[in-house]
């Protein structure tokens, strides 16, 4: 969670700014914005879906010992369903179209722009 949010919030002031380099528009409260909605959305749907997983596998709560369906709920939704968004991240963030050359060029033209 940690490392997904730092690496999502790092990466918003360069999309702010390629947003402004290729429009001519600087639109950081709407992007900021939009990050903070699906921010929400994201952690919502990490405690809803791991819940009705554990439902739909007949997790007793309180009980003492679960079903084997339960336990497998309990496995799918604290490690397999966590390891493949992790994974279906990464491939996401790989395919980051933003370099380090880039964004410098692109802050050094704006910074003239703006001065």
Not at 65 to 85: H, N
Request: charged share 10%.
């Amino acid at each position: 969670m940690t490392s997904a949010t730092g690496f999502m919030w790092a990466l918003v002031p360069e999309v702010i700014s390629n947003g402004e380099y290729i429009s001519g528009k600087r639109v950081a409260g709407i992007i900021n914005a939009i990050m903070g909605l699906f921010f929400k959305i994201g952690l919502a749907l990490g405690g809803i879906i791991p819940g009705y997983l554990l439902q739909v596998m007949h997790f007793k709560s309180g009980a003492l010992t679960q079903s084997a369906a339960a336990q497998t709920g309990i496995e799918w939704s604290m490690i397999w369903l966590p390891t493949i968004m992790a994974f279906l991240a990464m491939f996401v963030i790989s395919r980051y179209p933003l370099s380090d050359a880039y964004v410098d060029k692109m802050n050094h033209i704006l910074k003239e722009k703006h001065s």
